[in-house]
């Protein structure tokens, strides 16, 4: 198979992985719904905000390896969100979907193999061009 192909085709290896950050990854989203649902459009607000803040952080020209690419893929800053919303004094629950929000994006984004060791077909200069296949020789 050329290299075209096996980017399509998921490794043997990678199927478990896929499946334990999908389990999450759906707990999480029907979860983040619950609470909008629950506390209105505030916590709607935070949850998409933060689902979405990956891709603002790369809009905004965080790159890999970069610190703010590589903070915003990282499991444990919205479990802090999480743990310490769960356990703490604050009440006001757009914080606790905005760390439901972001949790489920890096549970995604995991389950389809888009996570910190994954670049999406990218070469390792980042460049998409080259991941395509349109350098010039």
Not at 35 to 47: C, D, N, R
Not at 79 to 101: D, H, R, S
Not at 117 to 135: E, I, L, T
């Amino acid at each position: 198979m050329t290299p075209e192909h096996t980017r399509d085709v998921p490794a043997s290896r990678d199927l478990p992985r896929r499946i334990a950050w999908g389990a999450p990854a759906l707990f999480l989203a029907a979860f983040a719904v619950f609470e909008s649902v629950k506390y209105g459009l505030p916590t709607t607000a935070a949850a998409l905000a933060f689902f979405a803040l990956p891709s603002l952080a790369g809009l905004a020209g965080a790159r890999p390896p970069g610190l703010v690419h590589q903070a915003v893929h990282r499991v444990w800053f919205p479990l802090a969100v999480l743990v310490g919303y769960t356990f703490g004094p604050v009440v006001w629950p757009p914080l606790f979907t905005a760390g439901l929000g972001w949790l489920t994006r890096i549970a995604v984004d995991r389950t389809f193999g888009r996570g910190l060791g994954h670049d999406s077909g990218r070469d390792p200069s980042h460049s998409r061009a080259a991941a395509d296949g349109d350098v010039p020789a």
